[in-house]
């Protein structure tokens, strides 16, 4: 399906659910499957930078999943570290800017240190902004936005804590994409996607491909967006004088 006619959201928020289960299914070990995700996220970015999308923010690590068996997070930081020196130098050429949301308080510091140098080396790229939220939780963001206004004397408003949100940087996804089959938002993106439209596949992140990605594009073109307007305000249309707006 081309998608070159629809009209593209500006940013798409992905919950990468299914790593672990499409490893199992194929009798392997799960770090197996989490490399298969890297792999399935690579594809993904080059077919957000061709369909011309913003903004890409992914769910890479939450902060619940410290509670993994301490071998499988351990292979996911060599994941990480090995993802940057593999993968920086291409998103580089490609003109993605690279950002890293989260709590870097319990890496390593040759983590952190990667981490602050991928955003670096990539900061001034404009094609595609891309987020990866590592170590993340959508309470723990509000909390630390709050935090941060609380330490500078400001007043806690939508407005204010909007600013001093982790991903303030960029526009709240118009798109929140769950793989995997389950129909839950496991703590991301909380503030931010108040207003998203939500879409879940059941197929596994390894599974999900350009023509997913074009099948959740066409959901979201088909969605009409109201943001508490009515639908004959959201297209122009005058109400008759006889009836009551709805």
Wanted: hydrophobic fraction near 45%; glycine fraction near 8%.
């Amino acid at each position: 399906m081309a998608s070159s006619a629809l009209m593209v959201p500006r940013h798409i928020a992905i919950v990468m659910d299914g790593n672990g289960r499409w490893a199992s299914k194929r009798h392997l070990p799960r770090i197996a499957g989490h490399k298969k995700g890297v792999d399935a996220l690579s594809l993904c970015v080059k077919a957000c930078l061709a369909r011309g999308i913003g903004v890409l923010t992914v769910f890479a690590f939450s902060s619940e999943n410290w509670n993994r068996p301490a071998e499988e997070v351990s292979g996911l930081m060599d994941l990480l570290v090995l993802a940057l020196a593999k993968q920086v130098p291409s998103l580089n050429a490609n003109g993605v800017q690279l950002h890293f949301v989260g709590d870097r308080q319990r890496f390593s510091e040759k983590v952190r240190s990667g981490l602050a140098q991928a955003e670096l080396s990539t900061a001034d790229n404009q094609r595609l902004v891309f987020n990866v939220c590592f170590n993340y939780g959508g309470r723990w963001d509000i909390a630390q936005a709050a935090q941060k206004l609380a330490s500078r004397g400001e007043a806690i408003t939508e407005q204010s804590l909007d600013r001093a949100m982790a991903l303030a940087h960029v526009p709240d996804p118009d798109l929140l994409i769950r793989t995997g089959g389950e129909l839950r938002l496991s703590n991301f993106l909380l503030w931010q996607a108040a207003y998203s439209e939500l879409y879940f596949s059941d197929k596994l992140w390894p599974e999900f491909d350009e023509a997913a990605l074009d099948e959740a594009i066409g959901a979201f073109c088909a969605r009409e967006r109201r943001f508490g307007q009515t639908s004959a305000q959201v297209h122009g249309i005058q109400p008759n004088s006889n009836e009551k707006a709805a």
